[in-house]
């Protein structure tokens, strides 16, 4: 019988103890194995609970539910202020694109018009080279989230950063999953791109490259300041390297979400 | 910072796909998240000088998703057993819990199959928890009560889950009634 309580396991399995008594806790699970897997079997329920509603949040919310909540007849004038999607996409995820339309689309009706309560500020950037901390929303977000959902984040960051979204997920020459992450802005401007990958034996998530996407005119027109060229090419450039040329499908992706990526 | 009227309401909007998602995992199907949806937000706009600015309105929209379907719940107590299962197992292929290469989108549909079945209480937390995303606290601030109740509910529910998902079960629970 271990000496934690399962509420205190599953606590630490969700990187919700506060350091010290995760300390404690972790450095106590070397010498039990049935403490080990119950935490083990905690951190799976978590991955498969969100996996099983993962999609759910990318179903299309109704024109009427949007119409009754805004108070309108029909939110055309609002539509054709979103900005049109960025053109230019590497053809290897635009298959991912269709998932990510409709509720950028609602997001982009509230975001595009008014301006949102600001969050709070992150410290540092939301994506940064290197490890990434656990209990960051990044590492939740690359390891559990589909490709093509923008998810919210609680805090923005200095560079404005306020949705993270996964672009694509691909395989490197190794076989070592790697995802394609964008920041976006507040009005669902993508602002950074970055590649991470999963290093299955720490299950750390390790940002390899990022670059920023120039800013788009802010008069929310069509034309677009046609520069973010080259640092989109360092991405295409970083997984050639890797030898990541090919996204994963969606069933794909899917699968290895629900299996913890095994 | 006060918010305005508009912007409140534009911020409602871009939450509604999270409270959908919340309201089809309590409820089950989308026929009944749907409704409940739109009671909840017309509910929400009745009210909006209740909302405190400067609170959280994800936390007071997730609080009014789930009055709204506990109204719904007692207005139709006894139809809830009979419309909740079906569409959750319909993917669920027969042999899902013994056939060894089980496809992923049946295996989530299992899981979600299992969520439906947790006491309404679990169900609920594990819903702002794990699915939302919301902390122990949080969660325990919109269903207004001790974090510690958030706690042990959680763990149960997940227990009961793992379970529920490691062990073929046998016998004949509702779940095999609805595997026709």
Sequence with gaps: ????????????????????????????LENDAEARATVESFRSTATLARAAFADM?????????????????????????????????????????????SIALVLGLAAALFLRQPAPVLQGPVMALGPIPSGTALAEILETRPSGTPVALQERDAQGSEHLMIVATLRDRNGRICREVEALDK???????????????????????????????????????????????????????????????????????????? | ????????????????????????????????????MQTACEKALGHLGQFTPGTRLDSWMFQIVRTTYIDHLRRNQRRRNTELTPELAESLPS?????????????????????????????????????????????????????????SRLSRARKKLARAIDEPRTGSGPLQGAQR
């Excluded at chain 1, 919700?16 to 806790?25: I, K, N, R, S, T």
């Excluded at chain 1, 590649?195 to 008069?219: M, Y």
């Excluded at chain 2, 796909?17 to 998240?33: H, K, Q, S």
């Design chain 1, 57 to 101: 949040a990318a179903e299309p919310v109704s024109d009427a539910l949007v119409r009754t909540v805004l108070g309108t007849e029909a939110p055309a004038a609002s539509v054709t202020n979103f900005p049109p999607a960025r053109k230019a996409r590497p053809p290897l995820w635009r298959s991912m694109l269709p998932l990510a339309a």
């Design chain 1, 1 to 28: 019988m271990s000496r934690f309580s399962d509420e205190t396991l599953m606590a630490y399995a969700d990187g919700a103890l506060p350091p010290a008594e995760a300390a404690e806790v972790g450095a106590a």
């Design chain 1, 187 to 262: 009005t669902m401007q993508a602002r950074l791109a970055g590649i991470a990958c999963r290093d299955s034996a720490s299950r750390t998530w390790i940002v390899e490259g990022t670059a920023r996407i120039a800013a788009s005119s802010p008069s929310g027109g069509s034309d677009f300041v046609p520069s973010g060229a080259e640092e989109k090419d360092a991405l295409e450039g970083l997984l050639s390297i890797l030898g990541a040329t090919k996204a994963l499908p969606p069933e794909e992706e899917q699968r290895l979400i629900a299996h913890g990526w095994r």
């Design chain 2, 1 to 36: 910072m006060t918010a305005s009227e508009p912007d409140i309401r534009h911020q409602i909007v871009a939450l509604l796909p999270r409270l959908r998602r919340f309201a089809l995992a309590l409820a089950g199907t989308r026929d009944v998240a749907d409704d409940v």
């Design chain 2, 95 to 151: 042999d899902a819990r013994t056939h060894e290469q089980i496809s992923a989108r049946a295996d989530l549909a299992l899981v979600r199959a299992e969520i439906a079945r947790l006491p309404e209480e679990q169900r609920e937390v594990l819903a702002l928890v794990t699915i939302e995303g919301l902390s122990y606290q949080d969660a325990a601030d919109v269903l207004g009560i001790p974090i510690g109740t958030i706690m």
